[in-house]
Antibody, heavy 120, light 107 residues
Framework: QVQLVQSGAEVKKPGAAVKVSCKAS????????MHWVRQAPGQGLEWLGW????????NYAQNFQGRVSLTRDTSISTAYMELNRLTSDDTAVYYC?????????????WGQGTLVTVSS | DIQVTQSPSSLSASVGDRVTITCRAS??????LNWYEQKPGKAPKVLIY???ILQSGVPSRFSGSGSGADFTLTISSLQPEDFATYYC?????????FGQGTKLEIK
């Protein structure tokens, strides 16, 4: 079955960077875009950006431009999200999600989420 | 950016009730609207995509309607497992924005 498995929880200090991985299985990794979404504690969902695993092309939300970097390693079917210059406002669960279907697409499935805690 | 306004933010209902959640986009998004269900501590799961298409495996008591800027999610007869938070999301244009969520609670 199609599955996305993310790396484990992280605790970082303000100003540091974090890199979260998302390993895909059950489908051809290069065939569908991978998106990243975050959710602060008790809050809603916020889209960060997407990566085209085939070309490596990316698109980032304006709020995260210059601070987020999406990359991938097609040899191991894994996508990565790196967020720099962390502040306490970046404390959240970070999800990867496959964009499935032609336009309109939907996010299906999602990874299990990775909690990133930013604290001094 | 396209704003997506979801209402109500919370809803109290009983098993067997029919409930409706609405989502309004700040501009026309055709049928580029998805609905997700999220339970505590879990990732969201798609219920409805392209405004009205039921995701495979999702019970038929869930339905979606609308096009343009106004959309609804209806649960025809609430079951105990439906008490969760529901989000709409537009896939028309980046940034792909979500509604604020509707928390469905047991009355």
């Amino acid at each position: 079955q199609v599955q996305l498995v993310q790396s484990g929880a992280e605790v970082k200090k303000p100003g540091a960077a974090v890199k979260v991985s998302c390993k895909a299985s059950g489908y051809t990794f290069s065939d569908q875009y991978m998106h990243w979404v975050r959710q602060a504690p008790g809050q809603g969902l916020e889209w960060l950006g997407w990566i085209n695993p085939s070309s490596g092309g990316t698109n980032y939300a304006q709020n995260f431009q210059g601070r987020v970097s999406l990359t991938r390693d097609t040899s191991i079917s894994t996508a990565y999200m790196e967020l720099n210059r962390l502040t306490s406002d970046d404390t959240a669960v970070y999800y990867c999600a496959r964009a499935y279907g032609e336009f309109p697409f939907r996010f299906d499935p999602w990874g299990q989420g990775t909690l990133v805690t930013v604290s001094s | 950016d396209i704003q997506v306004t979801q209402s109500p933010s919370s809803l109290s209902a009983s098993v067997g009730d029919r409930v409706t959640i609405t989502c309004r986009a700040s501009q026309s998004i055709s049928n580029y609207l998805n609905w997700y269900e999220q339970k505590p501590g879990k990732a969201p799961k798609v219920l409805i995509y392209a405004a009205s298409i039921l995701q495979s495996g999702v019970p038929s008591r869930f339905s979606g309607s609308g096009s343009g800027a106004d959309f609804t999610l209806t649960i025809s007869s609430l079951q105990p497992e439906d008490f969760a938070t529901y989000y709409c999301q537009q896939s028309y244009n980046t940034p792909y924005t979500f509604g604020q969520g509707t928390k469905l609670e047991i009355k």
